[in-house]
């Protein structure tokens, strides 16, 4: 085998099950980091879609109605102190 031979086949890797093993890994990590990128993508998505919608929701003012201390008003506490004599 010459050093030609060598390097054509794939740095030191001789046709057959080790340069299969070593294209398969790399198709498998490529694969990896494809499935990654898009899951990334997503979970960027929705952040930014929660984050949003949290946001709408606190700008929102809801509607409290009447106050029950208005409907059911208090008996009138104890004279002031000036009042006493």
Same mark, same amino acid.
């Given at each position: 085998m010459k050093?030609?031979?060598i390097i054509e086949a794939g740095y030191g890797l001789t %046709?057959?099950?080790a340069m299969? %093993?070593?294209?398969m890994a790399t198709q498998t990590n490529q694969n990896i980091r494809a499935n990654s990128r898009a899951e990334d993508s997503n979970r960027e998505a929705n952040i930014a879609q929660q984050h949003s919608y949290r946001s709408q929701k606190r700008k929102r003012v809801a509607p409290?109605?009447?106050p029950a201390r208005l409907l059911q008003p208090q008996a009138p506490s104890s004279p002031a102190q000036g009042e006493q004599q």
């Open positions: 050093v030609n031979d %046709r057959g099950t299969a %093993r070593s294209a409290t109605g009447i």
